[in-house]
């Protein structure tokens, strides 16, 4: 039951991390793509420190406690708390984008979602060497963590993007 508990965590986790990918991509957008703007915004607007960042950071540190290992329930219970994020993350309105920008935003998010994929699915195997419980609670872990640092990621896929990004300018002018 705990196996199932967090594989229902993980793809939660997973679901709320597209959400918030999403959200954070249209705010580098609204920063134009540049990255010391995008820091500034998020730390001029306590961004940080907002209720979606800091219900993440509870639920990773909730996931990591002796209880989550052991009881299916608070695994469960956190999965909850995700869905209700994710929900909320959901209904917040998008800023309707230019045809270019879109095309943009789309890779951005591709990358970041990959990204994150990528890191997720290592750290699984890596567990899945130790069994498969252990390997359902590395992934759900990690996928909370790298829901926490989502502005990292963001930032991350953005600089690996930016050859793309010149390359798909010089072909427009």
């Not at 899945?128 to 991350?156: C, N, R, W, Y």
Request: include cysteine; charged fraction near 15%; proline fraction near 2%.
């Amino acid at each position: 039951m705990l196996i199932i508990a967090n594989i229902s965590l993980l793809v939660v986790a997973l679901f709320d991390l597209c959400m918030m990918l999403r959200y954070d991509s249209q705010v580098l957008h609204q920063c134009e793509y540049k990255n010391s703007a995008y820091w500034q915004r998020l730390n001029d607007a306590s961004e940080f420190t907002s209720l979606k960042r800091l219900l993440a950071l509870a639920v990773l540190i909730g996931a990591c406690t002796t209880m989550a290992r052991m009881s299916w329930m608070v695994v469960a219970i956190l999965a909850i708390v995700l869905i209700a994020q994710a929900i909320v993350l959901m209904r917040k309105p998008r800023v309707v984008n230019q045809d270019n920008s879109n095309k943009r935003r789309a890779r951005l998010l591709s990358a970041a979602t990959v990204l994150a994929l990528v890191i997720v699915a290592i750290v699984g195997y890596v567990g899945s060497l130790k069994g498969e419980l252990i390997a359902a609670q590395s992934a759900s872990t990690t996928a909370l963590l790298v829901l926490v640092v989502s502005p990292v990621l963001v930032v991350l896929s953005n600089w690996l993007m930016s050859p793309i990004e010149r390359n798909a300018n010089k072909g427009n002018n």
